[in-house]
Nanobody, 115 residues
Framework: VQLQACGGGLVQPGGSLRLSCAASESILNINIMAWYRQAPGKQREMIATISRSGSTNYADSVKGRFTISRDNAKSALYLEMNNLSPEDTAIYYC??????????WGQGTQVTVSS
């Protein structure tokens, strides 16, 4: 499956952004989908996951501010980000796994939080 993320940009502290990730094929049979981010000089980290049934998990750093969702009919994954801070500046990636546990990545979208 090919993934394409979009929706990043420059936002002021306290602002909001909504990231989208379009899949090249149906995600109805895909269980876990995830958002990762990689800040400059840091390792890529998983920040949110969502199962096919809609169960979600979040990293402590984004819990209460970010919301992951998916639209299986549109083969799309979303990340609603609120109350953004400069520490959220990173490249954000969507990702998923095949049944053989091959991990697929989107190309990444830059989020910059700055005044």
């Amino acid at each position: 499956v090919q993934l394409q993320a979009c929706g990043g940009g420059l936002v002021q502290p306290g602002g909001s952004l909504r990231l989208s990730c379009a899949a090249s094929e149906s995600i109805l049979n895909i269980n876990i989908m995830a958002w990762y981010r990689q800040a400059p000089g840091k390792q890529r980290e998983m920040i949110a996951t969502i199962s096919r049934s809609g169960s979600t998990n979040y990293a402590d750093s984004v819990k209460g501010r970010f919301t992951i969702s998916r639209d299986n009919a549109k083969s799309a994954l979303y990340l609603e980000m609120n109350n953004l801070s400069p520490e959220d500046t990173a490249i954000y990636y969507c990702s998923t796994w095949s049944r053989t546990m091959t991990q697929f990545w989107g190309q990444g979208t830059q989020v910059t939080v700055s005044s």
